[in-house]
């Protein structure tokens, strides 16, 4: 539960002083942060202060009317909307994806809750983007979120991929996929409620919204934004999660073919898969079948 008010900076001040104890550092922005009871009040410069928490209605009520609640939250439209000031340090679940551009290997899916209170925590785990990470960086670095952090992964192997690609195009998978990790995570997290979802954007999200009809579409509070690591945490910590759990499905999957698959879709990808081709294994359990690669590698198979 969040609510927002408005007040003049008097009272701004006057708050200030009644939550003089148990003050936390403020976020940028802000005058004050304190937890009082299950409510967090942060009051920032501009007379905006949010209450979050158990007991939000009864903390407000001793000081305004709100202007807001999360629960009239605005379904995102825009496909670049700017996202709200102060959102990099709401408590956000992130979302993000792996492996759509690797032939081999699965699809995997991380959705991850970073409230405000952990932030500082992850940001000295030295979290960024994912991509600029070694392998044994991201390694050490999930198995340390996930002991403080609920998430949720879908990881989509190539066995299961290949099946659903038949029936539903690459961005609808993703589509399905952050759905249900968001439902996940949300279940996790009952009866708290994040500030706001940022899914890392990697279509409109009008088109996003249409490849979900027919699903229950987690809506509420939800933004989208390409780069979305750079916005918030949380999606950082998604990326590293995901990229993790990917990992971990790319070793299983090189030791049950007994060569290195590689990740990428270029040319050492035609290679390796051509030499699964001429070893008998089947490429759908390691590879997505949809990918240009799988002819390629077919016609380096037979020419030799
Ligand atoms: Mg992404």
Not at 91 to 99: F, K, L, Q, T
Not at 150 to 164: A, F, G, L, R, W
């Amino acid at each position: 539960m969040q609510e927002v008010i408005k007040v003049n900076n008097a009272t701004l001040k006057q708050m200030n002083s009644h939550y003089a104890s148990n003050q936390q550092v403020p976020p940028v922005g802000a005058l004050f942060r304190v937890k009082q009871g299950g409510t967090i009040i942060t009051g920032y410069n501009s007379g905006k202060v949010m209450f979050q928490g158990t007991n939000v209605t009864s903390e407000v009520s001793k000081w305004g009317k709100p202007t807001t609640s999360t629960n009239k939250a605005s379904f995102p439209k825009a496909t670049n909307s700017t996202l709200p000031s102060g959102f990099d340090t709401w408590s956000v679940i992130g979302s993000d994806e792996v492996g759509t551009g690797s032939y081999f290997g699965p699809l995997t899916v991380a959705s991850v809750y970073v409230t405000s209170e952990n932030i500082e925590t992850v940001r000295k785990l030295g979290i960024q983007d994912s991509k600029k990470l070694t392998d044994p960086e991201i390694v050490k670095m999930a198995k340390q979120l996930i002991t403080f952090l609920p998430y949720h992964v879908v990881n989509i192997m190539p066995t299961k991929y290949n099946q659903m690609i038949e029936k539903y195009n690459q961005g609808q998978l993703k589509a399905l996929c952050h759905n249900l990790a968001l439902t996940n995570v949300l279940k996790k997290i009952q009866p708290e409620k994040p500030q706001a979802i940022l899914i890392d954007q990697f279509v409109a999200p009008s088109t996003y919204y249409r490849y979900l009809k027919g699903q229950s579409i987690i809506h509420e509070n939800v933004y989208f934004q390409t780069k979305g690591e750079q916005a918030h945490l949380a999606v950082a910590a998604a990326s590293v999660i995901a990229r993790y759990v990917s990992l971990e499905a790319m070793d299983e999957l090189t030791a049950n073919a007994g060569i290195t698959l590689p990740i990428g879709a270029g040319n050492a990808v035609d290679q390796i898969a051509a030499k699964l081709i001429r070893q008998g294994k089947p490429l759908a359990d390691y590879a997505k079948l949809h990918f240009a690669n799988t002819q390629k590698a077919q016609a380096i198979a037979d020419n030799k």
